[in-house]
């Protein structure tokens, strides 16, 4: 690949990102819900995809199987998302209603560039889908193989500990407890974890076009978000904040990331 094209196909993924989330910034900014975010920043690697497939000048099955992929994951992720925000609207995620606390004097300012973040993360982390485009060989192979193994994996995992969690919210008389049922019993966030094998997914599948390798970034990206951002501190801030005593204790016993076992 040549790295004049790499940086073309990258600006024009930005540039669509920025303009897509952009458009969401105002109507989240409209209607003062901010947790919008999520689920835009859900969809947008869906759009990325189809935007991909679009001006791709040969639909090969090695581009077709990763955008499927793609989608498959960020429209379940995104309506799962749209599910859980709809039945609290207009009431914010705990997480985006402490930001709205934290950053009361800017907010308009820090939510803008919050929001431009995350449409730059969809395309670096999209960047697989430029190495598998301009990939001249149409056929899978090993990479691919095992890139579709690992998703599979990831997106069953991450279905499962979603629809635990929710299962276990609609129970009235778990209001005041910490889920700790199925993959919840050996991970204290699985949802994050099986996401990340997902990532690791795509860099796997990509590995086997030419420079593929250097999407090593996406998975490292995401941990790092997970663990540095709004994914893992925050959610964990939030459930302290709610109930705090059985979350010690939880903290106390259950792996925060990898499925383990569980401490006595």
């Known amino acids: 690949m040549e790295w004049t094209n790499f940086l073309t196909q990258l600006l024009l993924s930005l540039s669509a990102c920025f303009l897509g989330m952009s458009a969401v910034y105002a109507w989240a900014t409209k209607y003062n819900f901010y947790s919008s975010v999520d689920v835009a920043w859900s969809y947008g690697f869906s759009f990325l995809a189809i935007l991909y497939l679009i001006q791709a000048q040969t639909q090969s099955l090695k581009l077709m199987v990763l955008c499927s992929m793609m989608i498959l994951w960020s429209w379940r992720l995104g309506t799962h998302l749209i599910m859980r925000l709809a039945k609290h609207y207009p009431e914010e995620d705990g997480r985006y209603h402490e930001l709205k606390q934290r950053w009361a004097t800017k907010l308009h300012f820090m939510f803008f560039g919050f929001f431009m973040l995350q ?9 697989p889908l430029i190495f598998v485009s301009a990939d001249p060989e149409q056929s899978l192979g090993g990479f691919e193989i095992a890139g579709m193994i690992l998703w599979i994996l990831g997106w069953m995992g991450e279905s ?3 629809r635990q969690l929710a299962q276990f919210k609609m129970d009235p008389s778990n209001k005041s407890k910490v889920c700790q ?3 919840w019993r050996y991970s204290r966030h699985p949802n994050y974890f099986f996401e990340w094998v997902i990532w690791v997914s795509y860099f796997v599948y990509a590995s086997g076009s ?12 995401m941990l790092y978000l997970l663990f540095k951002v709004t994914g893992i501190p925050e959610t964990e801030k939030q459930s302290l904040r709610s109930r705090p005593l059985e979350y010690k204790k939880y903290q106390g016993t259950t792996s925060v990331f990898v499925p383990w076992f569980t401490k006595k």
């Open 181 to 183: 049922v199925g993959l």
């Open 160 to 162: 499962i500990a979603d």
């Open 119 to 127: 449409a730059a993360s969809i395309a670096i982390l999209g960047s």
């Open 210 to 221: 030419p420079w593929g390798w250097i999407t090593i970034c996406c998975p490292l990206i």
